[in-house]
């Protein structure tokens, strides 16, 4: 099976700080996602890559940014945290058409 | 951005019973993908439809796609507790474009 690995279950940060989000697969798969969830608002898209050193803009993309310097793995890097990002993260993987594997999300709380 | 409707929002129901999610959209899209969610944990992959007309069976779920790709339904039949979570759709559009989620349907199931 598809593995999908994100960094951190629960992380708590200070307002002001730069934040890294780590999410690794072991498919050798070309896509990968990062998406914000927040009760009411949905799986909400910050960026998405489908290849190695590409990364496109999603829904909600200021204040995030992304690498992926390996096939594998694609880091959401928040640049200065704020409290309006305080929210459920989820990294996932796949090929289009075939369905997408999720981490099993990181719960980000900024104070 | 391509919209997914999903609905209802919320569904209680009993054991036993039948039930029907609808997924809709103004959009065409290349495959239609359905989650199923647990809280704290990130979405699982249910089925991937990718032509018009489709339908697919997992046990007592049955997914259908659009003859027109525009949308998709999840019939559950005899509902059971085990069945209770958050189910997603997801529509992929063409090229290189992303994957995008309804809000979700609330699925509870009481004993």
């Known amino acids: 099976d598809v593995k999908v690995t994100q960094s951190s279950r629960y992380l708590v940060k200070r307002t002001g700080e730069k934040v890294f989000l780590e999410c690794v697969q072991d498919?050798?798969?070309?896509?990968m996602f990062w998406y914000r969830q927040d009760p009411g608002l949905g799986l909400r898209l910050i960026y998405f890559?489908?290849?190695?050193?590409?990364?496109e803009k999603g829904d909600i993309p200021e204040g995030y940014s992304v690498s992926r310097e390996k096939k594998e793995r694609f880091s959401l890097i928040l640049e200065s945290a704020s409290t309006n990002q305080t929210s459920m993260y989820l990294c996932?993987?796949?090929?289009?058409?075939?369905?997408?594997?999720f981490g099993s999300g990181t719960r980000l709380t900024v104070v | 951005t391509q919209l997914l409707e999903q609905s209802p929002q919320f569904l209680s129901i009993q054991e036993g019973e039948n039930l029907t999610v609808y997924c809709n959209s103004s959009?065409?899209?290349?495959?239609l993908q359905w989650y199923r969610q647990e809280p704290g944990e990130g979405p699982v992959l249910l089925v991937t439809?990718?032509?018009?007309?489709e339908v697919k069976k997992l046990k007592r779920l049955t997914f259908q796609f659009g003859d027109a790709r525009k949308d998709s339904s999840l019939h559950i039949t005899a509902a059971q507790p085990g069945d209770t979570g958050l189910y997603l759709c997801?529509?992929?559009?063409?090229?290189?474009?992303?994957?995008?989620f309804g809000k979700g349907t609330m699925l509870l199931v009481s004993p």
């Open positions: 997801a529509g992929e559009g063409s090229g290189y474009s992303t994957l995008t």
């Open positions: 498919m050798d798969h070309e896509n």
């Open positions: 996932a993987s796949g090929r289009r058409g075939y369905g997408y594997t």
């Open positions: 890559s489908y290849d190695v050193k590409m990364k």
């Open positions: 959009s065409v899209f290349s495959s």
């Open positions: 439809v990718v032509t018009g007309g």
